[in-house]
């Protein structure tokens, strides 16, 4: 049995998390016949993010871009080294 690996979008998707938001993301088709990700942070006090990309990972960094922005979370990152 092999551990659980942890996804990077996981990663990124903690942040607002410990930051106090709910997040989701979903996947759709688009007109053309393309797959996009929409992924959304929200909190109690009726603040929203929605933002779309193209794949799963790009949608949760945009994310978490325009959460940091506007200063909702930190955009420190931490390096783990092997």
Same mark, same amino acid.
């Given at each position: 049995m @092999?551990?659980?690996r942890?996804?990077?979008w996981e990663i990124i998707a903690g942040k607002p998390s410990k930051a106090g938001w @709910?997040? %989701?993301c979903i =996947?759709?088709?688009d007109s053309n %016949?393309?797959?996009v990700w929409i992924a959304d942070?929200?909190?109690d006090d009726g603040k929203r993010f929605v933002v779309c990309a193209d794949e799963k990972l790009a949608a949760f960094a945009a994310l978490e871009s325009q959460l940091a922005v506007k200063g909702r979370i930190s955009r420190k990152r931490r390096v =783990?080294?092997?």
């Open positions: @092999s551990p659980l942890v996804e990077d @709910s997040w %989701g =996947s759709a088709i %016949g393309r797959p942070a929200h909190r =783990s080294r092997l």
